[in-house]
């Protein structure tokens, strides 16, 4: 295994001194799964205050449970001394750590098997509990007894599936009969901690775990909406699902459009995954069902930014996800015309800087509904975006702030200030929408003075 200089020379020095250190956790995982670690974490026999006087520059990262940060060239490498857990009381933390000189002590306190192997040159692989034998054949199992695993930090239940989500793992039946066991412990995490957790199963290349985690009861208590989704059929022409499955549809395809432009960066593909579990959240609650037994649901998609903007906040997700997902989620349905004007119409609505996204939350909508209307509804969304890339490409107006005249354009003409100005301006640029090249400023002053006689 090949260990980064800096961490390797960490290692050396703390065994240099008499001491055993590793790299531990991830870092192996990963490194045997072929996969580049995003840190690497140490562990030792040394004490937290024996690996400050070896190293020039250290962090008290959280030095009551053994966790020192070794700085090397404005780096941090943290070393935590081997321990032992004491009780935990909120399913989260232990109420105190004792320092031990043993590896295997510390190993077995960790969770899942896969995590629980340690390296170094000297040593080789450490597996006391089979974690290579896990990872060759896809399983994600607790190390020990997972009762008292997700006894000791209920969050341990989500990274399950997170893992299983992310590397594409089967979770072993005992390690899924106690997440379902204990899932109701989840209340007592914080919803910051939780976030973390779902999105990144979410945007994980197997987001269908969260399927099984809705079938052993774990969306129950972190997500009670995509209960009620799954348990809300659609008696309708459009649709082959019930909510919840078509929800988890969209976001299945979404997936095979992860390297489109308009979700190149991460955070964009989180908010557009966001929308796509989402935009339907509000169908149960306005579910109606017509005399011949065919299913409605009228204002959801406003409903469903409403319930989502809840969700997120819930969640505490920042403003500019909650902000960005409600409105995919309002617009979510939006019916285009099939003409520039109405194009240039719905941008104006919706927002240029949404529509790239928009259109593909559209497109894996129709591809997880039913057949009979999906080719004429690709050809319409299909035209509809054809059309929004002639406007751009135009550079045809569809905002106040491409419009050719401004507030003060207008107040240097002799318009007051005021409600009058305002109404002005957006008469101008419902005329511009209509006939975009007259978005020209002498053409539209002239208009001004026109509209302003009229009124007169």
Request: net charge negative; proline share 3%; glycine share 6%.
């Amino acid at each position: 295994m090949r260990i980064p200089e800096h961490t390797e020379i960490i290692i050396h020095t703390l065994e240099e001194h008499g001491f055993e250190a590793f790299v531990v956790g991830g870092c192996v995982r990963d490194t045997l799964l072929g996969r580049e670690p995003e840190d690497w974490d140490i562990t030792s026999n040394a004490c937290p205050e024996q690996v400050k006087a070896l190293f020039h520059r250290t962090v008290d990262t959280g030095i009551k449970h053994g966790t020192v940060t070794v700085m090397m060239d404005h780096c941090g490498y943290e070393v935590t001394t081997y321990r032992i857990d004491g009780e935990y009381e909120d399913s989260r933390h232990p109420k105190e750590v004792t320092f031990t000189g043993e590896l295997r002590e510390d190993l077995k306190r960790r969770d899942f098997t896969i995590n629980a192997m340690a390296y170094n040159h000297r040593s080789g692989l450490v597996d006391i509990f089979h974690g290579q034998e896990d990872l060759e054949h896809k399983i994600l199992r607790c190390v020990g007894d997972p009762m008292e695993r997700f006894s000791e930090d209920a969050l341990r239940i989500l990274r399950a599936f997170r893992f299983a989500a992310q590397l594409g793992f089967t979770i072993e039946k005992n390690t899924l009969s106690a997440a379902e066991a204990l899932a109701p412990s989840l209340k007592n995490i914080s919803a910051e901690r939780i976030r973390v957790e779902f999105i990144k199963l979410l945007v994980s290349p197997h987001p269908e775990l969260l399927l099984t985690a809705y079938e052993h009861g774990i969306t129950r208590v972190i997500l009670p909406e995509f209960d009620r989704m799954m348990q809300t059929g659609q008696k309708n022409p459009h649709h082959c699902y019930s909510v919840g499955m078509h929800s988890m549809e969209v976001l299945k395809q979404m997936h095979k459009f992860q390297s489109d432009p308009a979700v190149k960066e991460e955070k964009q593909f989180s908010i557009v995954c966001l929308a796509a579990l989402f935009h339907d959240v509000a169908k149960p609650e306005v579910k109606t069902t017509d005399a011949d037994g065919i299913d409605h649901f009228k204002g959801h998609p406003e409903k469903g930014a409403e319930m989502a903007r809840g969700i997120l906040r819930r969640l505490k997700f920042d403003n500019e996800t909650v902000d960005r997902v409600c409105r995919l989620i309002s617009w979510h349905d939006y019916r285009y015309s099939e003409k520039k004007a109405g194009m240039r119409r719905a941008v104006h609505k919706i927002g240029e800087d949404l529509m790239e996204e928009l259109f593909l939350i559209q497109r894996c909508d129709v591809l997880a509904q039913s057949e009979q209307y999906r080719e004429e509804k690709l050809a319409v969304l299909e035209n509809s975006r054809e059309l929004f890339h002639q406007i751009q490409a135009d550079r045809e107006c569809t905002s106040m702030k491409m419009l050719a005249v401004s507030g003060n354009d207008l107040i240097h003409a002799g318009y007051r200030q005021g409600k009058e100005l305002g109404e002005m301006l957006h008469a101008l640029l419902e005329h511009v929408l209509e006939v975009p090249e007259d978005n020209d400023k002498e053409c539209l002053l002239d208009l001004a003075g026109k509209l302003y006689r009229e009124k007169e």
